[in-house]
Each structure stands twice: as structure tokens, then as C-alpha cells.
């Protein structure tokens, strides 16, 4: 992707996804297949296709949507292109929190028929595991989306090499999940390796948001790779809890749940990101580079900051702005790392192979 992004568009990072999935769906058609439920009444299964679509939960798919998109819309100007007390902002929040409430009350309401049944959620280790995952993926995104910004602006790499550099961030990351999957398969527990990978995922966290203009490969290098290994090793442990908690015919909406919190989390935090990386270098530039619009700098963006600076002085001034901008955008993911480690702890300590006997 990053070959397609220097040589053709940023926008083929998109389409190239359009014939990957077509091979996915294609492979899953003619390899997958459905599961016999357990307990499973034999009349649920007979159901006409209309009636099962008529028995979704319509208005509560459309309230969540709703309260998602005003609170993103809300956070997407940042407080630079809107103020955070412009009314089209204030609105967007009180909107969210407004159709939020009324989605749990719908929800509530509907009980086994709702969009995500109240009776799933009261479970310890599916509340507590998505809270793990709604922070993890807060920190996972801060990092795959900042990182990068990181090496074009600051280090001057090229949408390749900045690739390459971040194998140190995704090859940890699968070592981390193959990894532990053994461990967990031998010895069955899951909980405290989600733990001590938080915990390591936080050491290396940490030392991303001490980035200078002048660390080294190698040491950036070890914290990439600190911290992807620690998130590795904690990421897919709730979805192995929710498959001891719930019955078969649970466990898709539980992975549901779990899927939607890791993606909502990464969203939001993207979001406050760019508030953060914004807010930071319209602060700076006019501090330190008088003779340079700061609105330049932001429509510039990571691409060609020599064409700005006037000087190697004001250059290198430019690349430890955006430094700084973005370690405190890094400063999240740390924040986000220390809420999930909280929730960890919450989950129900269970045995796999135990519970499997």
C-alpha cells in the first residue's frame, strides 16, 4: 500500500481492499460453514427469512448510528475549523447524548429482541472485555495513524520507507497473538496475560511519547515493538472470554459487541487526536516560526515541510513542532492503555480448559 501511495494515490490504500475482500468472501462461501447451536429451538431455525428481518432491531440499530455520527461530528472539527462552543458542536454533543439515552432505554425495553440484549452486557467478562477492547483500540489507531505522520515529518521518510519502518510495529503485534494463543491453550488461563500485555504495552507506550527529533532507529525501533508486542498479547483474549460466557447462540452478538468496541474506540481516539495534534501546532508555529502561517503548516500537512521553511533553522523547527504535536497525540494511547489495564482485572478469572471439560 504504501508502494500505491507514493507512486499512483493515497486513495488505492482504499480500492486495493475491494478485490482482497472478493477473494475473502469467495474463500468463506465454498469453506464455511454453519454451526449446529446447541439448545437451539427447532422453530427459530424454520423461520421465514421476512419474519427473522422483520424481528430486528431497527430502531435501535438506527438511535446507536444516529448518537455515533452526531458525537463524531462533533469531535471532527477539533475546536480549529469550529469553535468547541459553536452551536453546530454543542448540538452534535447534546444530540449524541440525547439519542444515546434513548437507544438504552429502547434497548431496555426490548430485552432479548434488542440490538445488543441488556442480558449479554450484565455479564462481567463481556462489559469488562469491552471496555479492554474499546481502549485498546483507541491506543492501537492513535499509534497506526500518528506513527506514520511521525516518520514523514519528523524522520523525512518516504511513504516506503515509512512502511518498512513500521514492520517494527506489526510484526511484533502477530508474534504477540500466536504467542499467547499457545499459552492460553496449554495452561487456560487468559486474563493475566492480558494483564502483564498491558502492562508492557504501557512501558512501550510511554517511551513513544518521549520521541525526540533525534532518537534513533534502534531505539524507536524497541519501543514500536515493546509496545505492539503488549497490545498483541492482549487484543484477542475478550473474544476468547466471550466464548466461555455465553451460550452458542450468543456468541455472535457478543463478537459483535466486541468488534464494535474495538472499532468505535479507534474512531473517537483518531478524532481526539486530531484535536490534540491541531491545537498543538497552532500553538507553536506562532510562537517559534512568526514568519510562517500556521494554517499553512496544517494544510501542508507530513508532505513537503521545505517548502515552508526558509531556513535549515526553520526547518528543523518545523519537524520538532510536529514532534511535539504528535507525542502528545501518542499521549492518548498511553492514557487509553492505563483505563483498559483497569478493566482487565474486572473479568471473570476463568479456566479454558476447565470450563472446555
Known sequence: MT??????????CFWIKLPIGLVVIVALAFVLRARKLKNSPSAEKELPFITKIKSMDWLGALLFVGATTCLLLALQPGGQT?????????????????????????????EDLALIPPRILRKRSIWAGSGVLFFLGAQSYIDGFYLPFWFQTVKGLDPIATGV?????TVPQIVALITVGALVKKYGHHVNYMVIGEMICIVGQTKLTELQTSSSTV?????????????????LLPYTALALVLSDKDIPVGNAVAVLSYQ???????SLGQTVTLSTLLELVPQRLPGISPQAVVAMGAANLSALASSPEDL?????????????????????????LCFAPLMEWLNDIKVAE
Open 3 to 12: 508502494t500505491f501511495t507514493k507512486h499512483l494515490t493515497w486513495r488505492w
Open 82 to 110: 469550529k469553535p468547541c462552543n459553536c452551536p453546530d458542536v454543542v448540538g452534535c454533543f447534546v444530540g449524541a447524548g440525547t439519542i444515546f439515552a434513548l437507544f438504552i432505554v429502547w434497548q431496555l425495553r426490548r
Open 316 to 340: 528543523d523547527a518545523l519537524k520538532d513542532i510536529w514532534n511535539t504535536s504528535i507525542t502528545r497525540a501518542l499521549g492518548l494511547g498511553f492514557g487509553a492503555v492505563m483505563i483498559a
Open 165 to 169: 519502518a513500521f514492520t517494527a510495529f
Open 264 to 270: 468505535l474506540g479507534g474512531a473517537i481516539a483518531i
Open 219 to 235: 531505539h524507536r525501533a524497541a519501543f514500536l515493538a515493546l509496545t505492539s508486542f503488549g497490545s498483541g498479547m492482549a487484543m
